[in-house]
Nanobody
Framework: QERLVESGGGLAQPGGSLRLSCAVS????????IAWFRQAPGKEREGVSC????????YYADSVKGRFTMSRDNARNTVYLQMNSLKPEDPAVYYC????????????????????WGQGTLVTVSS
């Protein structure tokens, strides 16, 4: 059974950093593409970043490009989201997810149909 478990959320100051982890079970991180989504209170869930399984290509929302980095560790079967230069608009519940395909594709934020969601981890940014 495919399962995604997020961790690493918490409180950071504006300009600070957090690293989120998504532990994967039931498949390997180089088999399906995996993405991070986030949902802030009162807002729609939005795609943040995605990593393709086939070649490790990464994709980012414009709002996080240059600040967030997604990576994977095949040995640990875990994907990460390194979040730097956190801004007041970044707080949300962050979810990892997969649509059980290999590639993200350039339009993944609009076209993905997520098959498996994690339970989410809360990120708060406050001074």
């Amino acid at each position: 059974q495919e399962r995604l478990v997020e961790s690493g959320g918490g409180l950071a100051q504006p300009g600070g950093s957090l690293r989120l982890s998504c532990a994967v079970s039931g498949f390997t991180v180089d088999y399906y593409a995996i993405a991070w989504f986030r949902q802030a209170p009162g807002k729609e869930r939005e795609g943040v970043s995605c990593i393709s399984s086939s070649d490790g290509s990464t994709y980012y929302a414009d709002s996080v490009k240059g600040r967030f980095t997604m990576s994977r560790d095949n040995a640990r079967n875990t994907v990460y989201l390194q979040m730097n230069s956190l801004k007041p608009e970044d707080p949300a519940v962050y979810y990892c997810a997969t649509d059980q395909t290999e590639a993200c594709g350039s339009t993944w934020r609009e076209t993905w149909y997520v098959e498996v969601w994690g339970q989410g981890t809360l990120v708060t940014v406050s001074s």
